[in-house]
């Protein structure tokens, strides 16, 4: 399988970007938007099984993260979802892909792919929204209801380093280990690609901390208000939601995409929380693949 490496100017930034397989196939190319906001590729890597098929399969580091250009001095003013959709177009215009491509966005990623698709932008054929809220709002009360179910003295430790301000102890990390083993990834210990992007949040949480917060649930970021309820009947390209049942993107976060979306259909895997690529890997590679041979053949 060909695999090429590189980088897209962007203003005076660098975005890397990964292609596996042949750009030059006749089936649109498929891209894939990490989450966070903040985090890597890395985590989303097992996408790139959809290559097998004869498709070739984009993956990139959004600026701020991974291999592409850091800006820890940068604030809430510059990491902005104008910001990102601005990338996405770059990328797919140096790619020279602009008149034919998919794109698959996992979590934030999803929530920048309805931003990017509301615009019905050209040369899109179909979505993928993978694990992703359509409110902020939605997103933290449904968190916030997975955390009261958690055990009393974990939501006593959360509580008490949130009141402190002292979120970056270690007492506060494994009470957070506890929720995200229960609604983040099922799978334990997380797989080597999982924790790489974990490590590298840690180690320039720059994107992360400023658009979201300290973690999945305690959201003080720039994003805590962010909506697309009411805006996304305008999507025009047929659209596949992926949750799992254990998802902290509940059926709550998906269903303004269900409800408004008009070409759409949803797939909950039953053995997944926020991860389906990697906790049901398979199956739901299954579905990505047999719903991009239908729509862009």
């Known amino acids: 399988m060909e695999i090429i490496e590189g980088f897209a100017p962007y203003g005076e930034y660098q975005t890397w970007y990964r292609v596996t397989g042949d750009l030059s196939s006749p ?18 890597d097992s996408f790139k099984d959809i290559a097998a098929t004869g498709r070739a399969v984009i993956h990139y ?4 993260n991974g291999q592409s250009t850091h800006l820890p001095e940068k604030g809430g003013d510059f990491w902005t979802v104008p910001f990102f959709k601005a990338e996405l177009h770059n990328l797919i215009d140096h790619l020279g892909i ?56 974990v939501q006593e430790t959360l509580l008490e380093h949130e009141q402190a301000k002292t979120t970056d102890s ?29 490590d590298a949040i840690a180690a320039d949480p720059t994107v992360y901390h400023t658009m979201n917060g300290p973690n999945e649930f305690h959201v003080i970021g720039t994003m805590k208000d962010w909506s697309i309820v009411g805006r996304l009947s305008t ?9 799992g049942r254990f998802d902290e993107a509940t059926e709550a976060c998906v269903q303004p995409y269900a409800d408004e979306i008009p070409d759409v259909r949803w797939t909950i895997f039953e053995q997944s929380s926020h991860m389906p690529h990697v906790e049901e890997r398979e199956d739901c590679m299954a579905v990505v693949g047999a719903f991009l041979a239908e729509t862009a053949p």
């Open 98 to 153: 602009r008149q034919a491509y998919c794109l698959l966005g996992q979590s934030w990623g999803g929530m920048l792919g309805a931003e990017f698709a509301v615009d019905r932008p050209e040369g899109l054929k179909a979505l993928i929204i993978a694990n992703s809220p359509a409110s902020m709002h939605t997103w933290i009360s449904e968190a916030n209801r997975l955390r009261r179910e958690l055990p009393e003295d």
């Open 27 to 44: 089936m649109p190319p498929l891209i894939v938007a990490h989450g966070g906001p903040g985090c890597t590729h890395d985590y989303v």
């Open 170 to 198: 270690a007492d506060y990390a494994a009470a957070t280990d506890v929720f995200n083993q229960r609604h983040v990834c099922r799978v334990v210990p997380m797989p080597p690609e999982v924790q790489r992007t974990f």
């Open 235 to 243: 999507i025009s390209v047929p659209t596949l939601l992926i949750s």
């Open 61 to 64: 580091d959004q600026v701020g």
